[in-house]
């Protein structure tokens, strides 16, 4: 139809389909039927371009009113002339995205603002929203892990270059003893 197809969200290659049954799936269903079917399948696309005009030709559908009978019907406004223009759309696999939790809880949320962001002010923004800052506080750290981290940075480190220093000096000692005798032997 003269639209420009954009390829937003794909599954893996490991994905496939199975015919439409209605219902709850089954774990029959889960299993692959034949590999000859792998995707990558599209799960979200952005269409753009002019879209067809359903209604060209035709009268405009009614309105329903949802006033209750025998009241008062207000006189129907005639539509004006439609003037055709370019559009985008978004289509997606299923909406369940998009519900409260999944939104929140994941990645959904940057992608239905993205989505809005292409669809409504174009795809600059887009380009931003992958810019901004991200949350990388560090989490509570309990009473006991405290204590052993400082026993460690007290103790054991200023222990341990204690060590290297004593081994250090004991190594250096026994390469002047044999320097020495080396140099009397001589």
Not at 1 to 19: C, D, F, N, Q, V
Request: glycine share 10%; no cysteine; charged share 20%.
């Amino acid at each position: 139809a003269g639209l420009k197809l954009t390829t937003l969200l794909e599954s893996s290659r490991h994905s496939w389909t199975i015919p439409f049954k209605p219902g709850p799936m089954s774990a029959q269903d889960l299993l692959e039927a034949e590999p000859s079917s792998n995707g990558p399948y599209p799960l979200a696309v952005m269409a753009e371009g002019m879209f067809k005009d359903v209604f060209a030709g035709k009268p405009a559908p009614a309105w329903v009113s949802n006033q209750p009978e025998g009241a008062e019907k207000e006189p129907a406004e005639q539509p004006g002339a439609v003037t055709p223009a370019p559009g985008k759309l978004i289509f997606t696999g299923a909406a369940t995205m998009f519900q409260k939790q999944l939104a929140q809880g994941g990645g959904h949320l940057n992608f239905f603002l993205n989505a809005v962001d292409a669809l409504t002010l174009g795809d600059q923004l887009v380009k931003i929203r992958s810019k901004r800052v991200t949350d990388r506080a560090i989490g509570r750290i309990s009473t006991g892990a405290k204590l052993i981290w400082r026993v460690f940075v007290t103790l054991f480190v200023p222990a341990l270059i204690a060590l290297a220093g004593t081994l250090n000096l004991i190594m250096r000692g026994r390469a002047k003893q044999a320097y020495l005798k080396a140099a009397q032997a001589g």
